[in-house]
């Protein structure tokens, strides 16, 4: 069977590390790279005897993952969140993969379901969002985005089946802490590129992004929780437009 590493970036994790921990505690190794928590994150991690931690000031997403994949002692690497949680059905396949004697791809895509407000997503793009999760490390690894980072690879590259749970938020203050920092990244890296805002756009994008969310991409099907998780999206398109739209302003005067 061949062997495999969990490699996962944490901050202050202490309220839901440990549910992720629980569902991977099968693997032969836990990375874990730790952006220098202030809670008990560490404390919960090292009561795992297979998990190593490492701790690294925070160098941007793409930076941070890349790192923890380098800490990896085994070829083939599963990154997981700190938020996300391994299915019973996904982690037997992924055994099932493990036992080949001859792997027969580099990458796999898994898909990822969103949970917010306590509702598994059932429909939406956040049902089973594929990312590409379980590689092979020797053909593969994370850019250097700090923000949307994602693996890049070399080679054949399949599907998995069975999902990822995505807890993607403690609750809604945690939402809007995660939406404060995200909306500055993109800000940040939008101005690095010498993009620019229009008011035109941050007018209407705010119900386009709505629309979309809700009735093209079937969120009304979600029930509540659907409704504001696409009236949250709204807001946050409009909200990372108007904080470049405020940088340009600054920039012209």
């Not at 569902?23 to 032969?28: F, L």
């Not at 690095?192 to 079937?218: H, M």
Request: aromatic share 16%; glycine share 4%; net charge positive.
């Amino acid at each position: 069977m061949h062997k495999i590493s969990i490699v996962i970036i944490t901050k202050n994790e202490e309220e839901r590390i440990l549910q992720t921990l629980e569902s991977v505690k099968w693997c032969d190794e836990i990375v874990v790279v730790d952006s220098c928590s202030t809670d008990k994150t560490v404390d919960i991690c090292k009561q795992y005897n297979n998990c190593k931690v490492y701790n690294q000031a925070f160098l941007g997403y793409g930076e941070q993952k890349q790192l923890a994949v380098g800490k990896a002692s085994y070829d083939w690497v599963f990154s997981l969140d700190a938020d996300e949680v391994v299915s019973e059905a996904l982690k037997n396949e992924i055994i099932t993969i493990l036992r080949q004697p001859e792997i027969k791809a580099v990458g796999f895509y898994v898909p990822i379901t969103l949970v917010f407000l306590n509702r598994i997503f059932k429909y939406g793009a956040e049902n089973k969002f594929f990312h590409l999760r379980l590689f092979n490390k020797n053909e593969s690894n994370f850019n250097t985005l700090s923000l949307h980072e994602s693996v890049k690879i070399k080679g054949k590259t399949l599907k998995l089946k069975n999902e990822i749970y995505h807890y993607c938020y403690k609750d809604i203050h945690h939402y809007f802490v995660k939406f404060n920092t995200y909306t500055t990244l993109y800000k940040n890296a939008s101005l690095k590129k010498g993009k620019r805002a229009s008011r035109l756009e941050t007018i209407l994008l705010f119900p386009w992004e709505f629309i979309r969310q809700y009735f093209i991409r079937g969120n009304l099907f979600n029930g509540y929780a659907g409704f504001v998780w696409s009236a949250f999206s709204a807001f946050y398109v409009f909200v990372k437009y108007i904080k470049l739209f405020e940088a340009n302003l600054k920039n012209n005067s």
